[in-house]
């Protein structure tokens, strides 16, 4: 049964509602509004967002030379919530809410350059073949002392048993309790805002964890959680790896093995197809100077591509 707004608004005493649209970086870019605002624009379907949040860049810059994508005058676009997204938003005082919005012009096109509107189309593509796509993302992070200045380093932050990491220790179980606070609070978090995390594993970095959320919960904790991918230099970086697998819809199939559990041909050709299109979307995952950083010889980063 689909979600109705109102009634799920309702149900769980939400006031205020963050109405999102994620630009091409993954920020979240989007309005907050009282939740009797937020469902009246949707009723009345006035909530806009500018076309331009489309082209900012991971800095917050809006680059030249892009008339012919984004019109200079900006026009607005149609935010459209998509009633299924919506969950609770863990973390504020007042009960909020967020819910994913899709993008469209005035005439109710759906915007061709929205991440949203692409992945769709994407997944249709698949779906035409009789596949379905499963992707699993692992992000890496470091909790670090919290720092104010720019020009200190960073460094490990202070864990349960009062001294701050000096060693690499990974899958390290002993290290992940030094944060187990942190962790059971992330847990609490993610689960509220129907986030699934399979697991928690100390890398080989001092203080490094791998899970899937986490700023604000770092910040209740007094430590901060970087993403950049190489904040120290003397520690190993952090990266996104990104799990892929293809089911046929109708069996359930992973059609990258065979009946025998061998690599299959579309396995292989996947492989040949992602390293000689990777190259060409590095600057999408390599998007600042730091992430050059990492990639250095025998680092576990992706120097081929």
């Not at 939740?35 to 860049?57: D, H, Q």
């Not at 973390?91 to 005439?107: N, R």
């Not at 249709?124 to 009789?130: H, M, V």
Request: proline share 9%; hydrophobic share 40%.
């Amino acid at each position: 049964m689909a979600t109705n707004l109102a009634t799920w608004i309702t149900e769980h005493g939400v006031s205020e509602v963050e109405c999102i649209v994620p630009d091409m970086n993954g920020v979240q870019r989007g309005k907050v509004l009282p939740a009797n605002k937020f469902l009246s624009s949707v009723k009345e379907n006035t909530l806009r967002i500018p076309g331009s949040i489309f082209s900012v860049t991971i800095n917050g810059e809006y680059p030249e030379g892009i008339g012919h994508i984004i019109p200079e005058y900006d026009p607005d676009q149609m935010m459209v919530p998509d009633p299924e997204t919506i969950r609770e938003a863990p973390g504020f005082a007042t009960p909020t809410a967020y819910v994913i919005a899709d993008a469209f012009t005035k005439d109710g096109t759906p915007v061709a350059i929205a991440p949203r509107m692409i992945l769709k189309r994407v997944l249709k593509l698949y779906e035409d073949r009789g596949w379905r796509p499963v992707i699993a993302p692992e992000v890496e992070f470091y909790l670090v002392s919290q720092n104010t200045d720019p020009d200190f380093p960073l460094v490990p932050p202070t864990g349960r048993s009062g001294r701050p990491e000096t060693a690499s220790q990974p899958y390290g179980l002993e290290a992940l309790t030094e944060f187990e606070e942190f962790i059971e609070h992330t847990y609490e978090w993610c689960e509220k805002a129907g986030i699934n995390i399979d697991t928690k594993i100390h890398e080989s970095g001092a203080a490094q964890l791998e899970v899937r959320l986490v700023r604000q919960v770092a910040l209740q904790h007094g430590v901060y959680a970087t993403f950049l991918a190489k904040p120290m230099s003397d520690q190993p970086g952090s990266a996104m790896h990104i799990h892929q697998s293809v089911l046929d819809i109708e069996t359930g199939r992973n059609i990258f093995s065979t009946q025998a559990g061998k690599d299959s041909a579309l396995f292989r050709s996947y492989i040949a197809g992602l390293a000689r299109l990777l190259p060409q979307v590095t600057p999408m995952f390599a998007p600042n100077v730091n992430s050059f950083r990492r990639m250095r010889p025998d680092s576990d980063a992706p120097i081929n591509v």
